[in-house]
């Protein structure tokens, strides 16, 4: 997986892919899709939600462009593979889920594996995590047809977000990057993502 599929497709940032050297993403899969954890694609992982392809994983992360002393929020906890991709990266994770079922069993994986920097809680992600704002990046791992405005206003500056932002069926991945009080959106990358449901999603 590390190899052909990240390194060979151009991911180079050297803390990222020894995170995802370090995770056991098998674990974060149901046991009958176990054989196919570290192929090259999504999978679903229960609640008609899906856990990442290992690229675009890598890719999100890389383009965070973290600090060991970062504190990222994720919303759309899912699995818990990403979360804990990031949690072997940076300082502290402050995760968002919607789906209980999801979320117990992403906290358990998370104990089992001591993963203690990761904190996370049910709720609508699209409004962010106010009294631990700001976040020096945001990552969001579901898509909505707009950039939810409580999650620009707590990023840190300077700070970077990934979200894909688009319909139902194919989005635009936008880096935001916040310096100097300025904004700036690009299209790093096409996507297919499940939907983001909330007060600024779906
Ligand atoms: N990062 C996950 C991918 C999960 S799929 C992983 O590594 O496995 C996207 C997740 O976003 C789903 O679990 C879905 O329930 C969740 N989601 C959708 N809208 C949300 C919202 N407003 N707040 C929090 N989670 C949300």
Same mark, same amino acid.
């Given at each position: 997986? #590390?190899? /052909?599929?990240?390194? &060979? @497709?151009?991911? %180079?940032?050297?803390?990222?892919? %020894?995170?995802? @050297? ?6 974060f ?16 992982? &229960? ?9 675009? *994983?890598?890719?999100? !992360? ?32 402050? !995760?968002?889920e919607?789906?209980?079922? =999801? ?9 089992? =594996?001591?993963?203690?920097? #990761? *904190?996370? @809680? ?6 962010? $995590? ?7 990046g ?5 898509a &909505?047809?707009?950039?939810? /405005?409580?999650?620009?206003e %707590? ?14 069926? !194919? ?16 299209? #790093?990358?096409?996507? @297919? ?8 999603? $779906?």
């Amino acid at each position: 997986m #590390i190899e /052909e599929q990240l390194v &060979g @497709r151009g991911i %180079q940032d050297p803390a990222t892919l %020894q995170a995802m @050297r370090l995770v056991p993403r098998h674990l974060f899969v149901e046991d009958a899709m176990r054989a196919r954890a570290y192929g090259d694609h999504p999978l679903p992982i &229960g609640a008609g939600q899906t856990i990442s392809q290992p690229f675009i *994983v890598a890719f999100m !992360t890389e383009a965070l462009k973290l600090h060991e002393d970062a504190r990222v929020l994720e919303i759309g906890t899912g699995s818990g593979y990403q979360a804990a991709v990031l949690s072997r990266m940076c300082r502290r994770i402050y !995760t968002i889920e919607r789906i209980d079922s =999801l979320l117990s069993k992403a906290r358990k994986l998370f104990d089992r =594996l001591h993963y203690h920097n #990761i *904190v996370s @809680r049910i709720d609508d992600g699209t409004e962010g $995590w106010p009294s631990e704002a700001p976040f020096d990046g945001i990552i969001v791992t579901a898509a &909505g047809p707009k950039i939810p /405005e409580p999650l620009i206003e %707590q990023l840190a500056d300077p700070g970077i977000m990934v979200i894909p932002v688009g319909d139902h069926y !194919t989005q635009e991945l936008k880096l935001i990057n916040k310096k100097n009080g300025n904004i700036s959106v690009k299209t #790093i990358e096409l996507v @297919r993502f499940v939907d983001l449901i909330g007060s600024h999603g $779906w």
